[in-house]
């Protein structure tokens, strides 16, 4: 069973930054790409970001591009996700997952494992 662990999050002002952070097993990160997925209460649950193994790809919800950023550390085992110039809109639950297929990345119901979620408020 390959585990996620999701942390970082909190209550920030906006315009203010906050960092998630995954972190994994060494057969999950070498294996899996990892992602980033949220979900504001009373919608649905859309996708973030994406990473591939060693950072050789990634891809980020467009509308993000400018505030977010996804990167990795090897050898951490650590997936991070940088949030600024965060937006009252940014306020969701946020949760690392692990999924074997790139090409759907953007699809939650093809990853495998999930972190426990990570709450990120936003305040205006």
């Known amino acids: 069973q390959e585990q996620l662990v999701d942390l970082g999050g909190g209550s920030v002002q906006a315009g203010g930054s906050l960092r998630l952070s995954c972190t994994s097993s060494d057969s999950t990160f070498s294996k899996y790409h990892l992602a980033w997925f949220r979900q504001a209460p009373g919608k649905a649950r859309e996708f973030v970001a994406a990473?591939?193994?060693?950072?050789?790809?990634?891809d980020l919800r467009l509308s993000l591009k400018n505030r977010f950023t996804i990167f990795s550390d090897n050898a951490k085992n650590t997936v991070y996700l940088q949030m600024n110039l965060a937006e009252p809109d940014d306020t969701a639950l946020y949760s690392c997952a692990a999924s074997r297929f790139w090409t759907a990345r953007r699809d939650s119901a093809t990853y495998d494992y999930w972190g426990q979620g990570a709450l990120v408020i936003v305040s205006s």
């Open positions: 990473i591939k193994p060693n950072g050789e790809n990634s």
